[in-house]
């Protein structure tokens, strides 16, 4: 990073004072890895166009943050884009121990009228889940073939790695940094399946307390997360450390864990592989999670239970289009033949369904005693509730998530 970036991201001293090593590992772990990483790119970005325009930017005044706001919206910058250069302009001016120019009725109007005018729904990575899940984990590699004559072929530990690091994200409905950042000991072993337990995510970066995720068994191997993952572990023999790992062209598991990125890549390839076409990332298994759940007949308190959401909104606000026709009065008006999403068959999308008189009608619940279970009790998130939307998935579950019965 340039010098001059570097003076809005560390905090101002009278003369003669200094940083122990104690206090410097401290600043450092105030923030986020992935936090200052995104401050320090960005102070970078606001000190060179106030280096070109001749204007300081430490302080900064109110009418730099306006006229660098009206330059990005005149670029064509996305709102989150600005909303997260004003939160790095903030935090370095917090830091040096100067006032938040932020803060000030001119900038706070400017920017209230930029995210009037410019602002657009968020792009969102597509969901992944069953049917196509099913094709992208059949097509991972199974064998590891060589050049070298007259040497046999061997499992391929990429591929396994791959179908663990698939399974276990859409199951547990994990972002790429908590898939990352498993270690072997987060891993418990119950007799209904596995329990993850997440020292620190997104929304626990301080780690008071601790997060737990489970994968239950499920009805068949080859979709079963417990089943991939040990396999994983006992072809890889990892007994300790990181739990995802790099696999070396010779077909032997690195000590290092995987990056956040390199987690990203491998899911997007195998995506490739398996011949799908959209916008899919790392966050498509935990998108294709809340989505399917939620076409199964699961409730968004029981889903939040599993993907950790504090509000019942955001879960809302993964529930794509795929929802749309749901208990919609539009399909209702008698106009032709609607389209109604079908909760038994949600991987095929919408299927025709022919209105009918009201006495002859299934309930608008009709789903499986399996599935409308999920939504049922005043217990939905309590473990039983939330292994009966994992039940609704399609994995077995055992008789000790069910207490109450």
């Not at 166009?49 to 430490?58: E, R």
């Not at 009065?329 to 008698?334: F, R, S, V």
Request: with cysteine.
């Amino acid at each position: 990073m340039r010098p001059e970036t570097d003076q809005g991201l560390a905090p101002a001293l009278d003369s003669g004072d200094y940083l122990s090593v104690d206090e410097q590992r401290y600043i450092t772990a105030a923030r986020a890895p992935n936090t200052l990483r995104g401050y320090r790119s960005d102070w970078a970005e606001f000190s060179t166009w106030c280096g070109h325009a001749g204007i300081d930017p430490l302080p900064a005044s109110a009418s730099t943050i306006t006229g660098y706001l009206s330059m990005l919206a005149a670029a064509g910058a996305k709102v989150g884009t600005m909303s997260r250069r004003l939160s790095a302009i903030k935090f370095a001016h917090r830091a040096a121990d100067h006032p938040d120019p932020t803060d000030n009725a001119r900038v706070i109007t400017v920017w209230e009228g930029i995210r009037r005018l410019h602002s657009a729904p968020p792009e969102q990575s597509a969901p992944l889940m069953p049917p196509e899940l099913w094709d992208v984990l059949d097509l991972c590699p199974t064998v590891k073939r060589w050049k070298t004559r007259g040497r046999p072929s061997e499992p391929d530990l990429a591929g396994v790695r791959d179908r663990a690091l698939l399974l276990t994200g859409f199951v547990g409905a994990l972002r790429r940094s908590e898939l990352s950042a498993l270690d072997v000991t987060d891993v418990a072993e119950h007799p209904s399946g596995l329990v993850l337990t997440l020292p620190r995510s997104k929304t626990n970066q301080r780690g008071d307390r601790s997060e737990l995720v489970v994968l239950p068994h499920g009805t068949k191997t080859g979709r079963c997360p417990v089943t991939l993952l040990t396999e994983w572990t006992e072809r890889a023999q990892i007994v300790d450390g990181p739990l995802f790992r790099p696999v070396s062209k010779g077909n032997r598991p690195l000590p290092r864990r995987l990056s956040e990125g390199a987690v990203n890549t491998l899911i997007q390839q195998a995506i490739i592989r398996g011949g799908l076409e959209g916008d899919y990332s790392a966050h498509s298994l935990r998108a294709g999670f809340v989505t399917y759940a939620h076409l199964r007949g699961a409730s968004d308190r029981a889903i939040a239970h599993q993907t950790r959401h504090r509000s019942l909104a955001t879960v809302g606000t993964y529930i794509r289009i795929h929802t749309a026709w749901e208990d919609n009065a539009a399909t209702q008006l008698g106009l032709s033949p609607v389209m109604t999403a079908c909760p038994q068959a949600p991987s095929k999308g919408l299927t025709p369904h022919k209105t009918t008189p009201r006495s002859r009608r299934q309930p608008r619940d009709a789903v499986p005693s399996s599935l409308r279970i999920a939504c049922a009790g005043p217990n939905r998130s309590s473990p039983r509730g939330r292994a009966l939307v994992l039940r609704g998935l399609g994995l077995q579950t055992q008789a000790e998530f069910y207490p109450h019965r």
